[in-house]
Every structure is written in C-alpha cells, then in structure tokens.
Antibody, heavy 121, light 110 residues
Framework: EVQLVESGGVVVQPGGSLRLSCAAS????????MHWVRQAPGKGLEWVSL????????YYADSVKGRFTISRDNSKNSLYLQMNSLRAEDTALYYC??????????????WGQGTLVTVSS | SYVLTQPPSVSVAPGKTARITCGGNNIGSKSVHWYQQKPGQAPVLVIY???DRPSGIPERFSGSNSGNTATLTISRVEAGDEADYYCQVWDSSSDHPNWVFGGGTKLTVL
C-alpha cells in the first residue's frame, strides 16, 4: 500500500524558514518523480514544485521560485521542501504527491494527508 | 500561462448524471487528470490520461477530452459523490513546465 506522510508544518513568522518532509513507502521511490502541491484555506489546489526520480530536474511555480527548494533522498525514501522568506500568502496545507510516471509530465496518483504551514506574526 | 476553467458548482439529483467541464485552449491536445476532494480529506485521482480509471474507482466515473473542453461524467450519482472536483494538465508550452489545476467544481447532490 502506497503511503505518503508529511511532517514539519508549524506556525512561522513572515520572513522565516521551514523544512517540510515527506516519508514514502509502498512503492519503489526512486522510480518516480515527486511533487509538492498546496491548498490555501478554503481555496483550490496549487502546484508548487516537482523533482525528477533522480533529483536531476527540478521545477517551481513562479510564486515560490527563488524562495523554495525541493530535494529528495532516495536512500531514505524521503522528499523535502525547504521554504525560505515565507510570506502570509504561503499559508496553506502542503501535500506531497507521487507522479504517475518517472519524468514528471503527468498527474498525481497518490497524495499524503498534508501538513499545515501558517505564516503569521 | 495556461488557464483551466471549471464551473464553480454543479447540482444533480441522486441517480442522475453529472457532467463537470474543464475548458482550456486546445485542451484536447493535452492529457487531463481529474481529482475528487471531500471535506477534510486529501484529493483522490479518479480519472487519468483523459479517460482511464485507477483501480478502485467505480465505473460510474468516466472522462472525455476533445477540442477546448474536457468532461468528467459521473453516472448514477450517489450522495457519497458530493465533493469538490479538480481537473489538471501538464503544460509544457511556456518557457518552463507547469502543472495546472482548474479552479474546482463543487458537486452538490440534491
């Protein structure tokens, strides 16, 4: 059974930093691209970032480019999101999601339950 | 950037057919994926590559994609289908790839 478990969400002040983690199990982690997707309270889904199966390719939404960094450790079946220079508009539930394929140009077939990031003073 | 347009809400009586549209410029040339999200829960993939169904998703869920409109069709709607539904595509047409979601459609079962 595929499981994705996010952690690391907390309340942080504007301008602060945070690192989210996602522990994956139930599939061959290093065969698949992985994503972060977020959802602001009461709003729709917004894609944040992708990392390819080997970490060789990464992409970011314009809204987070230059502030967020996605990474993975295939030896630990783990995905990460380093979030710097946080803003109030980054407040959201952050989901880890598995890509249907390996390169990333697809949809998301499994999602975690999310971890809540609140940016507030 | 690529934009996907969904109606904010769709209402349907139990047992009837619900159709949720997703509009985008020449969306028929892209692969469309659909997600169901119930309150307080993570999204669930219900249709991928326009019309394929993941294991465990009822046959009542189907998808089509042509021209400028993709459609999620739910036949014999049940109360448990009440949820938000999102369409999504991968857009590689700009200078960097982007995974785009529609704004979501709230399905209400009357």
């Amino acid at each position: 059974e595929v499981q994705l478990v996010e952690s690391g969400g907390v309340v942080v002040q504007p301008g602060g930093s945070l690192r989210l983690s996602c522990a994956a199990s139930g599939f061959t982690f290093d065969d698949y691209a992985m994503h972060w997707v977020r959802q602001a309270p009461g709003k729709g889904l917004e894609w944040v970032s992708l990392i390819s199966w080997d970490g060789g390719s990464t992409y970011y939404a314009d809204s987070v480019k230059g502030r967020f960094t996605i990474s993975r450790d295939n030896s630990k079946n783990s995905l990460y999101l380093q979030m710097n220079s946080l803003r109030a508009e980054d407040t959201a539930l952050y989901y880890c999601a598995k890509d249907i394929g390996g390169s990333g140009g697809d949809g998301f077939d499994y999602w975690g339950q999310g971890t809540l990031v609140t940016v507030s003073s | 950037s690529y934009v996907l347009t969904q109606p904010p809400s769709v209402s349907v009586a139990p047992g009837k057919t619900a159709r949720i549209t997703c509009g985008g410029n020449n969306i028929g040339s892209k692969s469309v994926h659909w997600y169901q999200q119930k309150p307080g829960q993570a999204p669930v993939l219900v249709i991928y590559y326009d019309s394929d169904r993941p294991s465990g998703i009822p046959e009542r869920f189907s998808g089509s994609n042509s021209g400028n409109t993709a459609t999620l069709t739910i036949s014999r709607v049940e109360a448990g289908d009440e949820a938000d539904y999102y369409c999504q595509v991968w857009d590689s047409s700009s200078d960097h790839p982007n995974w785009v979601f529609g704004g979501g459609t709230k399905l209400t079962v009357l």
